[in-house]
């Protein structure tokens, strides 16, 4: 029985050590700290370095989030260019040419989707309205 204890005796000790340090740094760390103006300026808006200036309760337009969708889609979709074109070569090499017919397929699906949102204004910044 005491053998089989004393091969997890570094084990136990090692998580003895963690924890004591762990608990002597936030300690440390309650005790020298700035307490509570660090907590004052944790509750206070900033981003990228600077203190914000206008208000955070403000109206944003929903145009900058379709953008930010839409780049999305398009560059997820753009990233399986990559393995597909991969593909198509090995494929090529081994005489098949159908996985450029499914390449074509996808590129015109690309240029289908992207005309639509084109059409549909999501890159026209200067429209006002709920129009569809």
């Known amino acids: 029985m005491e053998t089989q204890l004393s091969q997890y005796t570094p084990v136990i ?3 003895v050590f963690a ?5 002597t740094l936030v300690g440390l760390s309650a005790l020298l700290g700035r ?9 206070e808006t900033y981003e990228s ?5 206008d208000p955070t309760r403000r109206r944003v337009s929903i145009k900058f989030f ?3 969708m839409v780049f999305i889609v398009f560059d997820v979709e753009i990233a ?3 393995p597909w074109a991969v593909t198509a070569r090995e494929s090529l090499a081994q005489g098949t040419s159908w996985v450029l017919l499914d390449g074509l397929v996808f590129f015109v699906l690309l240029a289908v989707g992207y005309m639509y949102v ?11 309205g709920n129009e569809s």
């Open 118 to 128: 084109w059409r549909k204004g999501a890159f026209d910044w200067a429209r006002r």
């Open 35 to 43: 307490g509570r103006l660090v907590q004052q300026r944790k509750r």
């Open 66 to 68: 379709v953008v930010a």
């Open 13 to 15: 000790f090692a998580f």
């Open 49 to 53: 370095g600077i203190p914000v200036i």
């Open 80 to 82: 399986f260019l990559y």
């Open 19 to 23: 924890a004591t340090v762990a608990l």
